[in-house]
């Protein structure tokens, strides 16, 4: 079988809908899908298991669009591929905008953001509700990582039901591990966490993560929240003004910024190791992979009961849900910190938890299964 993935967004770029194309593109290569990566061209973007395919990606929108659409209509015209996989939300513009031209065995992936951020009111959004739903409904069939995804295409979209196929997002468990001892120990030693208790966040410096909110518990409470360390990985706007926070609340030597880590890092696990919980209070939030990397550690998180974070912890269980506010974050970290035979019981499930939902094989299964019945409605 041979699939031609179409994505703006792959590694080196940063973020889960990245991660999600090179994820997939890998797995299903190794499961002998012939897979064919069509991407903007950016220096050090490799693909291992599969064939890759770059075209310019200059700085004008319309040279972009332009050059994107030229090596489509190129591809699908030198190789016949049996399935094309569309997989953020400005190749899922362009295919809809030329769908009358290009072949109909398509399948677009859905990751929320498309609902969230592009479909608000106004003329413009009503053309692209348009398009998108002729999209979703001439498909093959359309994936959404998450049924709250799916619960929102269904708010916005006008499509048949029937369509929409729910498959999570995944993780590999066997190969999420810390392989680089020194380097955590370097981390440990950085920041004098021998003795402590460490939360830990992983999300870009956006206000919609809310890392104030933990900031604010910890300042706020810091007498109950003794010997506590938070660690906060990731870059973005919002760094300068919790900086400041910590300085107001004088936990310099309680909070630290390490600053961004690559998507692929193969050190990134060496955080989730060295922490007791992990915990990203976010606002919007349409699945959230970070969640399944932390289980797939054995570390409980503290999410918020919105979105696709729902999907993933298992209140009570594998980690907690709670409202963003403060007195429901006290609440949790102090119930996790304080006692130590909770947070053993919730590794265990947690890593249960997530090998058997969110796993490579299980999750690759599942998209070799799809593509497998979307080739043979057209057969």
């Given amino acids: 079988m041979k699939v031609l993935f179409f994505c703006f967004e792959f590694p080196p770029i940063i973020g889960g809908i990245a991660q999600f194309s090179y994820n997939i593109s890998e797995w299903l290569s190794e499961m002998g899908i012939n897979i064919t990566v069509l991407t903007p061209h950016r220096e050090k973007t490799r693909f291992k298991k599969g064939k890759m395919r770059n075209f310019p990606f200059p700085s004008n929108r319309f040279l972009r669009i332009t050059f994107s659409v030229f090596s489509l209509f190129k591809q699908i015209i030198v190789s016949n591929y049996d399935l094309i996989l569309l997989t953020d939300m400005r190749v899922l513009n362009i295919y809809s905008c030329f769908r009358f031209f290009l072949p109909k065995k398509y399948i677009p992936v859905f990751h929320g953001s498309e ?183 054995g570390v409980p998180s503290i999410g918020t009961n919105i979105g696709g974070i729902k999907e993933i912890i298992e209140d009570g269980k594998t980690g907690f849900l709670i409202k963003p506010n403060e007195e429901d974050m006290f609440e949790k970290l102090s119930l996790l910190v304080k006692n130590e035979k909770r947070i053993k019981e919730m590794r265990k499930q947690v890593k249960i938890n997530i090998r058997k939902k969110f796993d490579k094989k299980t999750i690759s299964e599942q998209w070799r299964d799809v593509f497998v019945k979307a080739r043979n409605k057209i057969m």
């Fill in 115 to 297: 609902i969230l951020e592009h479909l608000s009111q106004g003329l413009k959004r009503k053309i692209k509700k348009r398009y998108l739903s002729s999209l979703i409904n001439n498909s093959l069939v359309t994936i959404t990582v998450s049924k709250y995804v799916k619960k929102l295409i269904f708010e916005n979209l006008c499509v048949n039901p029937e369509k929409l196929k729910v498959i999570h997002n995944g993780i590999d468990t066997d190969k999420f591990i810390c392989s680089y001892p020194d380097f955590k120990e370097a981390i440990i030693e950085k920041y004098n966490l021998r003795g402590k208790k460490v939360i830990l966040t992983i999300a870009r410096l956006v206000k919609d993560k809310q890392h104030k909110l933990v900031i604010d518990v910890l300042g706020k409470y810091k007498d109950l929240l003794k010997n506590l360390v938070y660690i906060i990985v990731g870059a973005g706007p919002e760094r300068g003004n919790l900086e400041l926070l910590v300085k107001k609340y004088s936990l310099t030597k309680t909070v630290f910024f390490y600053g961004p880590i690559g998507i692929r890092d193969d050190r990134k696990p060496c955080f989730y190791q060295l922490s007791d919980i992990y915990v990203m209070p976010s606002i919007t939030e349409t699945f959230g992979i970070s969640f399944l990397e932390s289980g797939a550690m």
